[in-house]
């Protein structure tokens, strides 16, 4: 017997989001064509990433294939956030998290008041991970929360996701793949992701407490 999930679970949330944006949205099932394969291509993929953010929104959704790509994508979303950003990951991996690029991106956006909110399924630390210990450096350590996700509450869910304003996004369907979809000025779907967040914060918190 298929265990029912309960009305208002995040995941259900962002599948039926899912489920509308392929019936309603053509754009969602497709990937920009300027997607890059290997190392080779990294500033094709970036300069890519920077135009389809420039153009009128919502933008085409392309893909992002590697954690090389994730960097990229990262760097242009705390370029592009104005008040907050909220990731959900394993381990807010260096890979992605720890270059020069989306540190700097990262910290220019603490600098003009933003917010940096994250769930991990790993513990980290301001001591063992690039780029908590950056903007702790840069005196930011106040505009950042870093919340340890419960493993009873992982078993929950299967994805994982950036999300900026609530609008901009970059989404891993299966949590196991670098494999996502990056959107920029969506606020339908990038609202369920802030939404979701946000109930798996608490689901987080009240199963520390």
């Known amino acids: 017997m298929v265990e029912k999930r309960p009305p208002g679970n995040p995941l259900e949330r962002v599948l039926q989001a899912l489920i509308g944006h392929a019936r309603g949205d053509s754009q969602f099932g497709q990937v920009g064509a300027g997607r890059a394969q290997g190392d080779g291509h990294l500033v094709t993929y970036r300069e890519y990433v920077e135009s389809v953010a420039s153009q009128p929104r919502p933008s085409i959704v392309i893909s992002n294939l590697d954690a090389a790509h994730a960097a990229i994508v990262m760097e242009r979303l705390f370029i592009e956030a104005q008040t907050r950003i909220e990731i959900l990951?394993?381990?807010?991996?260096?890979?992605?998290?720890?270059?020069?690029?989306?540190?700097?991106?990262?910290?220019?956006?603490?600098?003009r008041g933003g917010r940096l909110d994250v769930l991990t399924e790993q513990p980290i630390s301001p001591e063992t991970n690039l780029l908590l210990h950056a903007v702790a450096a840069a005196g930011f350590e106040n505009e950042v929360t870093a919340t340890?996700?419960?493993?009873?509450?992982?078993e929950t869910?299967?994805?994982?996701?950036?999300?900026a304003d609530g609008?901009?996004?970059?989404?891993?369907?299966?949590?196991?793949?670098?494999?996502?979809?990056?959107?920029?000025?969506?606020?339908?779907?990038?609202?369920?992701?802030?939404?979701?967040?946000?109930?798996?914060?608490a689901e987080a918190s009240?199963?520390?407490s």
């Open 89 to 111: 990951t394993q381990c807010l991996t260096d890979e992605v998290y720890g270059g020069a690029a989306v540190i700097e991106a990262a910290t220019a956006f603490l600098k």
């Open 148 to 154: 340890n996700v419960p493993a009873a509450v992982c």
């Open 157 to 163: 869910y299967g994805f994982h996701f950036s999300v």
């Open 167 to 201: 609008d901009c996004y970059r989404f891993e369907q299966e949590k196991d793949s670098w494999r996502a979809k990056v959107r920029f000025g969506d606020p339908e779907f990038g609202g369920v992701l802030s939404r979701a967040f946000a109930d798996l914060r």
């Open 206 to 208: 009240s199963a520390q």
